[in-house]
């Protein structure tokens, strides 16, 4: 029987006035050490971001969100975070920031399969 193994994830969130702390869900990372995984993925939703913050640069925040995609990835083109290993980049990522871009807390779970797992919280989390 197979054993469930230790993942951590957080939410990906658009947080356009910072000293507000208001924001929304766009995107979610996780991490399972035992299974070498380490993934992040974002829906940018304009209209709902629109509705809720107004005027955005939605160039800006896209790019953003994608250099989150490019370091989980690893690959040379993610710069020299996308060079160290999945724990310190998972940990770079989760970081407290005081910008647009913002993740949650971290949260634990349990898990035969990281992948699964990441679609069935990014379907509850973000779409």
């Given at each position: 029987m197979q054993e469930k193994q230790l993942y951590e994830y957080a939410v990906i969130r658009v947080?356009?006035?910072v000293e507000r702390d208001e924001f929304l869900?766009?995107?979610l990372?996780?991490?399972s050490a035992k299974q070498k995984y380490l993934k992040a993925k974002f829906e940018l939703n304009e209209?709902?971001?629109k509705a809720a913050f107004g005027e955005l640069d939605f160039s800006e925040l896209e790019e953003n969100l994608r250099s989150?995609?490019?370091i989980s990835e690893g690959g040379?083109?993610?710069g020299p975070i996308a060079q160290l290993d999945l724990p310190s980049r998972f940990r770079w990522l989760t970081a407290k920031r005081s910008t647009v871009v913002q993740t949650?807390?971290?949260c634990t779970g349990?898990?035969?399969?990281?992948?699964?797992?990441?679609d069935k919280l990014y379907k509850e989390q973000i779409l």
């Amino acid at each position: 029987m197979q054993e469930k193994q230790l993942y951590e994830y957080a939410v990906i969130r658009v947080v356009p006035r910072v000293e507000r702390d208001e924001f929304l869900n766009v995107g979610l990372i996780l991490y399972s050490a035992k299974q070498k995984y380490l993934k992040a993925k974002f829906e940018l939703n304009e209209p709902r971001l629109k509705a809720a913050f107004g005027e955005l640069d939605f160039s800006e925040l896209e790019e953003n969100l994608r250099s989150f995609q490019r370091i989980s990835e690893g690959g040379k083109d993610g710069g020299p975070i996308a060079q160290l290993d999945l724990p310190s980049r998972f940990r770079w990522l989760t970081a407290k920031r005081s910008t647009v871009v913002q993740t949650s807390r971290v949260c634990t779970g349990l898990t035969l399969d990281a992948e699964i797992t990441f679609d069935k919280l990014y379907k509850e989390q973000i779409l």
